[in-house]
Antibody, heavy 120, light 105 residues
């Protein structure tokens, strides 16, 4: 079975940094693009970032570009999101998600989500 | 950025009724339109990809249609477990976005 398990969330002060990780299993990691999607409590979904199967191509939402960096460790089946200069509006549940293909434009499997709270 | 507008915001129906959810894009999204279902405390679940293809394990009562900028998710006969929030999602020019959601209650 496909599994995605996020970790690394928590409480951080504005301007601080946090690194999210997503350990995956049950599929050939390098074959699929991966992404991060966040959801503000009680609100809708917002795409954050995506990365190609080979890790060469990465894309970011305007709201996080220049502050967040997506990466993948293929040998260890880990997707990461380095978040710097965090703002209150980054407070959300962050989901890692497996693309249907290598950039197939939709996500077939999702992690359980991890809460990031940015507050002083 | 392509903006997706879903309507209605809330759909009040009874089990056995037909649900029709709309998603309109601010520009053409080709066929890269997907639909997700989300229940409280759970991650989204992919229902439909590329406008009209059901994801693995999705019942036949869910169907998607549309093109260019106007898309529809239809649930032919609501089951009790179908009452949830539904989101459409697109990818254009290497940017992804979601609609604001339709709650089926």
């Amino acid at each position: 079975d496909v599994q995605l398990v996020e970790s690394g969330g928590g409480l951080v002060q504005p301007g601080g940094s946090l690194r999210l990780s997503c350990v995956v299993s049950g599929f050939t990691f390098r074959t699929y693009a991966m992404g991060w999607v966040r959801q503000t409590p009680g609100k809708g979904l917002e795409w954050v970032s995506s990365i190609s199967g080979n890790g060469v191509h990465a894309f970011y939402a305007d709201s996080v570009r220049g502050r967040f960096t997506i990466s993948r460790d293929t040998p260890n089946n880990i997707l990461s999101l380095q978040m710097n200069n965090l703002r209150a509006e980054d407070t959300a549940i962050y989901y890692c998600a497996k693309d249907r293909l290598d950039f197939g434009a939709s996500w077939t499997h999702w992690g359980q989500g991890i809460l990031v709270t940015v507050s002083s | 950025e392509t903006v997706l507008t879903q309507s209605p915001a809330t759909l009040s129906l009874s089990p056995g009724e037909r649900a029709t959810l709309s998603c309109r894009a601010s520009q053409s999204v080709g066929t890269y339109l997907a639909w997700y279902q989300q229940k409280p405390g759970q991650a989204p679940r992919l229902l439909i990809y590329d406008t009209s293809n059901r994801a693995a394990g999705i019942p036949a009562r869910f169907s998607g249609s549309g093109s260019v900028t106007d898309f529809t998710l239809t649930i032919s006969s609501l089951e009790p477990e179908d009452f949830a929030v539904y989101y459409c999602q697109q990818r254009t020019n290497w940017s992804w976005s979601f609609g604001q959601g339709t709650r089926v209650e």
